[in-house]
């Protein structure tokens, strides 16, 4: 749908009352036009109906999963999506299915961060939402569909977490990704008093990727906040 303001179109799919209230005000008045589904059924006819310019997706629906609606779109349109996933144990589905999802959040969430992933989607040239599928950081190139890291072309092997928590640090190049969010995005359930999980993944990962781990260039520690990895 081309709105007459050249406002972009966002389909929200949500079943929550109260979230779809929020996002109905919140996204509005951050000059966006909001079309709300509570259903895939809905969300189905509103994208052929209204021509989103990008779905907010949740992953739990009462008449299916977003996450099988988003590999749906993803073979049917360009258009981006951004899965909301309830609990952070989602986001390990989400980030490990390649589903096709621009990026996702966790409920609950911030408005102002979420706009801001939107703008970030929206900036992105049509047909390349999926454009952040290869990281460049330094003399590594990540590879985010194929869950591979290489550097100079030869491959580093890391475990399933290792690789995600790279992938989470490099979802936000450049800057501080919190021990909090850390353990809150890949170790769900875990006491965040035991934090060495965290560490010893940092380490060892700082073995794997850095030329110099004991001076790392690019896996960074921010002294009592968390880490940042840094192009
Ligand atoms: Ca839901």
């Known amino acids: 749908m081309v709105d007459p303001?050249?406002?972009?179109?966002i389909l929200v799919v949500e079943d929550e009352p109260s979230y779809q209230d929020a996002l109905n005000v919140g996204l509005?008045?951050?000059g966006f036009v909001v079309v709300a589904a509570r259903n895939l059924e809905e969300a189905r006819s509103l994208m052929t109906t209204?021509?989103?310019?990008?779905?907010?997706?949740?992953?739990?629906?009462p008449d299916g999963s977003g996450v099988d609606f988003c590999r749906e779109l993803n073979a049917s349109s360009t258009t981006p999506v951004i899965m909301v996933s309830a609990r952070t144990s989602e986001v390990d589905?989400?980030?490990?299915?390649?589903?096709?999802?621009?990026?996702?959040?966790?409920k609950p969430y911030r408005l102002r961060e979420l706009v801001a992933r939107i703008r970030a989607v929206l900036r992105r040239p049509v047909g390349e939402s999926t454009s952040?599928?290869?990281?460049?950081?330094?003399?590594?190139?990540?590879?985010?569909?194929?869950?591979?890291?290489?550097?100079?072309?030869a491959e580093i092997e890391l475990s399933r977490k290792e690789f995600d928590l790279l992938a989470l640090l490099a979802s936000r190049l450049g800057q501080v990704v919190t021990r909090e969010h850390c353990l809150d995005t890949?170790?769900?359930?875990l006491e965040l008093s035991d934090t060495r999980t965290l560490d010893t993944h940092i380490k060892r990962l700082r073995q794997k990727i850095e030329l110099d781990p004991a001076n790392?260039?690019?896996?960074?520690?921010i002294r009592g906040v968390g880490f940042r990895l840094d192009q």
């Open 28 to 30: 509005t008045v951050e």
């Open 5 to 9: 303001e050249g406002r972009s179109v």
């Open 93 to 106: 589905i989400v980030l490990g299915l390649e589903i096709g999802a621009a990026d996702y959040v966790t």
């Open 132 to 153: 952040d599928e290869v990281i460049t950081i330094g003399p590594l190139r990540m590879d985010l569909l194929r869950r591979a890291i290489t550097r100079d072309g």
């Open 216 to 221: 790392p260039r690019h896996l960074l520690t």
């Open 186 to 189: 890949l170790w769900w359930g």
């Open 50 to 61: 209204a021509e989103p310019d990008l779905v907010l997706l949740d992953v739990m629906l």
